[in-house]
């Protein structure tokens, strides 16, 4: 009677072992993954795909969960969101203890764009001095050129932001990529003369939170298919071409 007893609890005891293996391992396949998304210009747009095809090239259900640059820091270092669509490397190098990153989606020069009419024409770099120079503030890379320049660097929560503050003049130019600036030109005024004077390059990556680590290779893998078969700037007219018929 006790072996009879012992074996029946033997047994149960298995099967919910097993049990509670499958549930974990399924939880685990059917895991949605939360990317933090702050911008939705066309660029940003482009640049999106690239992350919405790796994911799907892998099979990983995902949402994209918009919210605000700061918000999306905050969310992803404390774990409420598993990934920010992307980071500058400047970014990574800070927040390392806590997150992960895939090879480059893109690389992006980025100018800077002076009003003319504040600072004069023919600009160079030492001209730069003192002055207040507008920017995105999650490009901390970007911050760190400008004090270089002994300007002084007034950040913006967003890239409509910065423009914004560069219209109204409450900077004397901004630093931004040449691609955002496009895509916001027709909001500038017609009689604002504007000189770009090119400054560095930036690589973005898309970053999770560490606990998803083990999705790095299989992304990084999908990155290079994704931008063998279609490369950012070619999203980029794409999404335009689609925006014009609209």
Excluded at 71 to 79: F, M
Excluded at 105 to 126: E, H, M, P, W
């Amino acid at each position: 009677m006790y072996n009879q007893f012992m074996k029946y609890l033997t047994f149960i005891v298995t099967m919910f072992v097993l049990s509670i293996s499958a549930y974990a391992q399924d939880n685990s396949q059917t895991k949605c993954y939360k990317i933090g998304v702050w911008d939705n210009s066309i660029p940003s747009q482009a640049a999106i795909s690239i992350v919405e095809e790796i994911y799907e090239r892998n099979n990983l259900c995902y949402e994209l969960i918009n919210t605000s640059l700061e918000k999306a820091r905050h969310d992803i270092l404390v774990n409420t969101l598993d990934a920010n669509i992307w980071r500058s490397d400047a970014f990574i190098e800070k927040n390392k203890q806590e997150i992960v990153h895939t090879s480059p989606l893109f690389a992006l020069g980025v100018s800077i764009y002076a009003n003319t009419q504040r600072l004069g024409s023919k600009l160079d770099k030492s001209q730069f001095k003192g002055k207040r120079i507008g920017f995105y503030h999650g490009d901390l890379h970007v911050k760190n050129e400008i004090e270089a320049l002994n300007a002084k660097a007034v950040h913006s929560e967003s890239n409509q932001h910065t423009i914004k503050a560069f219209i109204n003049q409450r900077v004397d130019a901004i630093v931004i990529t040449p691609l955002l600036f496009q895509a916001h030109k027709t909001s500038i005024p017609s009689d604002m003369i504007i000189e770009e004077i090119p400054l560095t390059s930036l690589h973005y990556r898309h970053i999770l939170h560490k606990d998803n680590a083990a999705l790095i290779p299989s992304l990084n893998a999908a990155i290079a298919k994704a931008l063998e078969r279609e490369t950012l700037e070619e999203r980029i007219e794409r999404f335009k071409s689609t925006s014009k018929s609209d």
